[in-house]
């Protein structure tokens, strides 16, 4: 079943398919230094971090403590845990499928 994304648009396709042949860690390194700031970097990162904390039930003050997000950022990642695209669940369930190979 195909996804329809309400943000579809010829310009993301680019960007996802050039995301996608992406071969190893240092080509994404090397791609995102390039395509974003440090600061995008480390709110993607911190993001996907508060993401996988609350999939493992952590309390909002775990989190804020561990990753530096604030509450707020904290409760919109839980809202697309909740009512998302289901984004965050299917990577981070490959991820943790990587992990137990």
């Known amino acids: 079943m195909a996804y329809d994304s309400k943000f579809k648009r010829d310009d993301i396709d680019f960007l996802f398919k050039a995301v996608l042949l ?8 090397r791609f995102f230094e390039d395509i974003c700031t440090i600061n995008e970097i480390h709110a993607i990162a911190q993001r996907l971090q508060v993401a996988k904390l609350l999939s493992e039930n952590k309390t909002y003050n775990e989190i804020e403590g561990a990753t530096k997000a604030s509450t707020a950022t ?28």
């Open 22 to 29: 992406l071969e190893d860690e240092e080509d994404c390194y």
């Open 74 to 101: 904290i409760s919109r990642i839980n809202k697309c845990l909740v009512y998302g695209a289901e984004g965050y669940q299917r990577i981070l369930a490959r991820i943790k499928e990587n992990e137990e190979e």
